[in-house]
Antibody
Framework: EVHLEQSGAAVKKPGESLKISCAGSGYHFPSTWIGWVRQMPGKGVEYMGIIYPADSDTKYSPSFQGQVTISADKSTNTAYLEWASLKASDSAIYYC??????????WGQGTLVTVSS | EIVLTQSPGTLSLSAGERATLSCRASQSVRNHLAWYQQKPGQAPRLLIYDASNRVAGIPARFSGSGSGTDFTLTISNLEPEDFAVYYCQQRTDWSWTFGQGTKVEI
């Protein structure tokens, strides 16, 4: 069974850095695209970007290009989403997603990121 | 970037009724459109892909149709567990965008 296990909630201050993770199991992680989706409080879902772990080919949504870094470690079957300098507007739930059928068939449980001074 | 516009914003119905949700794309996405369901406190769940294909395990009361720029998700005979927010999503040229969502409420 496919499972995506995300790291726990994070509380940070503006300007701090953060890296959250998503561990995939139950499928061949290196050869399956894995992405990230943001959901701000009370709002809809937004696609952020996606990575192919086998060669780290990464594609970003224009809205998130330069704002975050997506990476993956195929040796540990883990994908990452990273911020160099958080803003209050980065407060949201972040989901990792596994691409299948061309869409996002499997979702992690979500990681709540709170950025507040 | 392709923009998806969903209507209506909220649909107020009763169990047993039929729900018809619309999604319009700013340019043709051929049949590259999916539908997701999200319940409070949960991650979205993929229901339909490539406009009309149900994911394994999704009940037959969920059906999708359309191509080009206009798409419809139909939920026949609403069950209590179907009251949720529904998002459409397109995929083109290694880019994905979501609509803003339609809430189906009692």
């Amino acid at each position: 069974e496919v499972h995506l296990e995300q790291s726990g909630a994070a509380v940070k201050k503006p300007g701090e850095s953060l890296k959250i993770s998503c561990a995939g199991s139950g499928y061949h992680f290196p050869s399956t695209w894995i992405g990230w989706v943001r959901q701000m409080p009370g709002k809809g879902v937004e696609y952020m970007g996606i990575i192919y772990p086998a060669d780290s080919d990464t594609k970003y949504s224009p809205s998130f290009q330069g704002q975050v870094t997506i990476s993956a470690d195929k040796s540990t079957n883990t994908a990452y989403l990273e911020w160099a300098s958080l803003k209050a507007s980065d407060s949201a739930i972040y989901y990792c997603v596994r691409r299948n059928y061309g869409y996002f068939e499997n979702w992690g449980q979500g990681t709540l990121v709170t950025v507040s001074s | 970037e392709i923009v998806l516009t969903q209507s209506p914003g909220t649909l107020s119905l009763s169990a047993g009724e039929r729900a018809t949700l619309s999604c319009r794309a700013s340019q043709s996405v051929r049949n590259h459109l999916a539908w997701y369901q999200q319940k409070p406190g949960q991650a979205p769940r993929l229901l339909i892909y490539d406009a009309s294909n149900r994911v394994a395990g999704i009940p037959a009361r969920f059906s999708g149709s359309g191509s080009g720029t206009d798409f419809t998700l139909t939920i026949s005979n609403l069950e209590p567990e179907d009251f949720a927010v529904y998002y459409c999503q397109q995929r083109t040229d290694w880019s994905w965008t979501f609509g803003q969502g339609t809430k189906v409420e009692i």
